[in-house]
């Protein structure tokens, strides 16, 4: 259990549609970053973001956006769906000290299927 | 791109056995983590090395890293089929904010 949460586990979209997937993080934790794994592959990040600004992105289209919300809470948006966008969204949460990222800790994703 | 490459790919090991996969990377680094996948789930937190030690254990896990090289290894030991999963190496770039995750290396205990 590692205190991150994300909803919805499981969804279904087509092309060209727009999705919103959710996120809530750890308790105390300053920092949320979102990555994209698709199957059989690495996560890749998608971007990060500390006290609300976005700080640091992955090489991903202005399409995908996101949000972090004063309670720590996150979204991650993606427009104009993609069939290459099918994977699975992990969200983590954690702790930025001096500047340096430190141990992630993941919520169980939210798998998107676009067809 | 991916700046920690996991090697190998794959491995099949009997229940008792040790694992070792190994991890390279291109960058200078801040930290070094250690990741496990179930299948299709979260990554769980493993360990973290800094660039400035060599070598850390947690419980049958030993991770060493060779900065000079820019590798670093994961050791498990008498594993059980309980360590079936798939582990990633995850590097901080020694300015950085952000961990870059390898293509993992996916592990079968057979019992």
Redesign the interface.
Known sequence: ETGVTQSPTHLIKTRGQQVTLRCSSQSGHNTVSWYQQALGQGPQFIFQYYREEENGRGNFPPRFSGLQFPNYSSELNVNALELDDSALYLCASSMIVNLVAGELFFGEGSRLTVL | ??QGEEDPQALSIQEGENATMNCSYKTSI??L?W?RQNS??????LI?IRSNEREKHSGRLRVTLDTSKKSSSLLITASRAADTASY?C?T?AA??????????TRVLVKP
Not at chain 2, 40 to 45: C, D, Q, Y
Request: no cysteine; aromatic share 12%.
């Open positions: 791109s991916q801040n930290n983590q990741y299709g789930r979260g990554l769980v937190h973290l990633f995850a901080v300015a950085g904010n952000k961990l870059t995750f390898g293509g993992g």
